[in-house]
């Protein structure tokens, strides 16, 4: 038989052939049945020479022992075998999926989450940026709107901090609303100051705004616009954070940044300062009280509000120094708490800052 032929490259290509002389010295193959595997327990060292297979002097009984030692009962190479734990091993912590990643604290991250929320949309986020920009954590922009924070984008990217250009789908997720405005900052919180704070720096003619359960974010949002529009800076609040949330400072469309949230031990006792430190106690109700463009409204006042089903608490309004009603066609019962607010501060600036 001829050992060569040349294939399409036209390179010389050898084939062995075996001999029939070998066969009968070969064992069969334990897998597909047929002969052409090595003789039964030798194998072939790394110079060619036959050596005895491993084990092959040992009775076939204590060779499935050994088999079964190093592969589990089954002699199985694939086969599972538990271990019982090692003693005085610490916990590896659990890293969330990712691999290469410190361990982080999850009471740490909660607490993070606490300091941090989303404020949103153009206006909103512009005058963030300008007011107290190192006060952000992360940022995310859709590409449409990137030209006009070109400011923005070089001090974060100077000051390391992390910004995303994203898609709309990607940004509403970040922001948790479809009205983002093409972009969304990551911040911490601003916790407020005390009522003692407050009155050390406050002027002779100072207006104050009291927020009375009033928890509905877009009535925050137009309140906090109207207080910037009319010079209105403290608002006594209950839950400083309130102010913070995301739709109140995009309805607020940049008036956030102009005002500061004050709180007291309690709603009453924050009142009861003011009152002590010379404020007048002005309170609104749409049935009792002087006509609105009748009054004469104190230069230091704190004007209270309350939520617009029951307005403010009895003990609030009973405590009132002065009660004022604004005057209309009666053909509803009240205006909403914002609107309510812009038009008794106008009349507080045009009676004392005109």
């Known amino acids: 038989m001829n050992d060569e ?25 334990p897998r597909t049945g047929k002969g052409g595997g090595r003789p039964a327990g030798q194998s072939r060292n790394e110079g060619g020479d036959r050596r005895p297979a491993r084990n092959a002097d040992k009775p076939r009984g204590d060779r499935r022992r050994n088999e079964s030692n190093d592969f589990g009962s089954e002699g199985s190479p694939w086969r599972t075998v538990s271990r019982a734990p090692r003693e005085n091993m610490p916990a590896t912590p659990d890293h969330g999926g990712i691999s290469g990643k ?11 989450r606490a300091e941090e929320t989303r404020v949103y949309g153009e206006n909103a986020c512009q005058a963030l940026f300008q007011s107290r920009p190192d006060c952000i954590v992360r940022a995310w922009f859709i590409q ?8 923005a984008l070089r ?22 609303t479809e009205h983002h ?33 009033v928890g509905n974010p877009h009535n925050l949002g137009g309140i906090m616009r109207s207080c910037a529009h009319f010079g209105i ?61 009748s009054a004469r409204l104190p230069k230091k006042m704190v004007l209270v509000l309350g939520q617009e ?3 403010v608490s009895d003990s609030t309004f009973d405590n009132a120094d002065m009660r004022v009603a604004i005057d209309g066609t009666g ?19 045009r009676q004392n800052k005109i």
């Open 155 to 176: 001090w974060m990217a100077a000051n390391r901090k992390a910004y995303h250009v994203v898609e709309d789908a990607e940004l509403e997720k970040a922001s948790g």
């Open 309 to 311: 089903r029951d307005g």
């Open 144 to 151: 449409s709107v990137t030209p006009r924070f070109k400011e």
């Open 233 to 293: 800076k403290g608002l006594l609040v209950q839950d400083a954070s309130l102010l913070e949330s995301g739709a109140a400072v995009r309805t607020a469309e940049g008036g956030a940044e102009h005002v500061v949230a004050i709180s007291g031990e309690t709603f009453s006792d924050g009142l009861e300062a003011f009152r002590r430190a010379g404020y007048t106690i002005v309170t609104t109700s749409s049935h009792q009280g002087t006509p609105l463009f």
């Open 181 to 213: 405005g093409g972009v969304c900052f990551l911040i911490k919180k601003r916790s407020g100051i005390s009522v003692q704070s407050w009155l050390g720096q406050a002027g002779e003619e100072d207006c104050v705004l009291a927020l009375e359960d």
């Open 331 to 349: 053909n509803v019962e009240s205006l909403n708490v914002s609107v309510a607010t812009g038009v008794l501060l106008a009349e507080w600036w």
């Open 5 to 29: 032929f040349k294939g399409k490259s036209g390179k010389v290509k050898v084939m062995y052939v075996r001999g029939d002389d070998d066969s009968d010295k070969r064992s069969q193959n």
């Open 102 to 112: 410190s361990f982080v604290d999850p009471e740490v991250i909660r607490r993070q």
